[in-house]
């Protein structure tokens, strides 16, 4: 079960790291 929410945090990592990245490359609005 520790391995699955592992698993499950590494994805949304995987997921967010490239959207924050960009969020933070865009100027401010």
Known sequence: ???SKL???G???LI???VAALAQ???DL
């Open 7 to 9: 698993l499950l945090a």
């Open 25 to 27: 490359a865009l100027p």
């Open 16 to 18: 967010f790291a490239p």
């Open 1 to 3: 079960m520790i391995k």
């Open 11 to 13: 994805l949304l990592a």
